[in-house]
């Protein structure tokens, strides 16, 4: 469990930082691709997806060679996908307008849940190498949706920053201000 106490401070803390890095490097595309480039509901999702992807590099090392390790990224990653957003748009049928300290909350609320959702797959019953496969072809899946959804993002209500009404890179406020 202490494993788990440590990725959700250091996934945080990444996530935390990725809000900003776009802009302290002074809108660096590549940088963009792993960062918040704008304040839309994705980009907070990839905030989330970013480091606890990176995170991989640290839990593979740990639990890469148990038999539910795919499995256990795979969802720990579905995981921010779809709570972050149920989160998001759940208070605000409530509140009817965005609240920051919700939304910060939220964040690490999800990366809470993500964490403790690995750390109990890891620690059930061994699934099936079909189940293992699939997740493998999962995480792929998500890891190419995820550059995809930033390089040419959608044009859903997902992905339009609220401040600009405008996608991805587009969106970004100093882009509006500058034009």
């Known amino acids: 469990m ?18 900003f890095l776009y802009d302290i490097s002074n809108h660096n595309k590549f940088i963009g691709l792993f960062s918040a480039v704008n304040e839309s509901t994705w980009e907070h999702i990839k905030i989330a997806l970013t480091p606890t992807l990176l995170w991989s590099l640290v839990d593979g090392i740990r639990y ?5 390790y ?12 779809l709570l972050m957003p149920i989160l998001f748009y759940g208070y605000q049928l409530f509140t ?4 920051v ?9 999800v990366i809470t849940a993500s964490q403790l959702a690995f750390y109990y797959i890891i620690n059930m019953s061994s699934v099936n190498s079909v189940i293992r496969y699939l997740s493998l072809i999962g995480i792929f ?16 209500f997902i992905f ?6 405008k996608y991805g890179f ?3 406020s100093e882009i509006k201000k500058k034009k």
């Open 2 to 19: 202490l494993f788990v106490i440590i990725s959700i401070v250091i996934i945080s803390i990444i996530g935390t930082i990725s809000h």
């Open 64 to 68: 890469g060679s148990e038999p539910n």
């Open 70 to 81: 795919f499995l256990a990224k795979f969802i720990s990653l579905l995981v921010v996908i």
């Open 96 to 99: 009817k307008k965005d609240v």
């Open 101 to 109: 300290i919700f939304d910060i909350l939220i964040f690490y609320i």
């Open 141 to 156: 899946i998500i890891f190419a949706g995820y550059l995809i959804h930033t390089a040419l993002p959608g044009k859903g």
């Open 160 to 165: 339009k920053d609220p401040i600009t009404n």
């Open 170 to 172: 587009k969106g970004h």
